[in-house]
């Protein structure tokens, strides 16, 4: 099972978000947007395990306060100028210390600690959406023309809403793009 550990938007947030994209895919015909259900935060993507058993103990054990997430601005991972990864930011002062924790209490299964986290919503993907691209990939005029296009614009405002919960999910591939199961729910304290 391919797992990852994650944060849900909240509804009216992702409403927002969807109807941002619909506003850019009529000029962008040829970008591969994001499904809106897919929308998450990763706070650590795990891969490829038999069992989700011991991952889903050590996560119980984290016990962090909810905090305030703001949603809002986009931009480009690498940067602009070589744009592969679409994204809205996340801003959430204490996100950094719950994905610090998820790596601290899952780094004795011998998952490694992640060097920077960078919280983001993807909302497309140029390519194979790595931030480097594989051999023979070419870059999307495309995915050009949507950097110029929301570069020129004000950023957008998404929301904020107050994390109440992180999820173990499993990811599952397909040519039509993933689908994702949440297996368990871990609360944060009110």
Not at 50 to 76: M, Q, Y
Not at 155 to 161: L, R, S, Y
């Amino acid at each position: 099972m391919r797992l990852f550990v994650a944060l849900d938007i909240d509804p009216a947030i992702q409403r927002r978000l969807e109807d941002y994209i619909r506003t850019l895919q009529p000029r962008l015909p040829g970008v591969r947007f994001v499904r809106g259900n897919t929308y998450h935060v990763t706070l650590k993507f795990l891969g490829e395990l038999p069992t989700a058993d011991a991952v889903r103990e050590r996560l119980r054990t984290i016990h962090v306060s909810g905090f305030e997430v703001n949603v809002g601005g986009v931009g480009f991972f690498p940067d602009v100028r070589a744009p592969r990864v679409f994204w809205a930011g996340v801003n959430a002062p204490a996100l950094p210390g719950l994905a610090r924790k998820v790596n601290q209490t899952l780094e004795p299964l011998g998952f490694p600690l992640e060097r920077k986290f960078h919280p983001h919503l993807t909302l497309a993907r140029n390519g194979s959406g790595r931030p480097r691209p594989l051999r023979g990939e070419r870059p999307a005029e495309a995915f050009a023309q949507l950097s110029a296009l929301v570069t020129a614009a004000p950023a957008p405002e998404f929301g904020t809403m107050t994390a109440r919960q992180f999820f173990l999910y499993e990811s599952k591939l397909s040519p039509s793009g993933p689908s994702y199961s949440k297996l368990e729910t871990f609360e944060l304290a009110c």
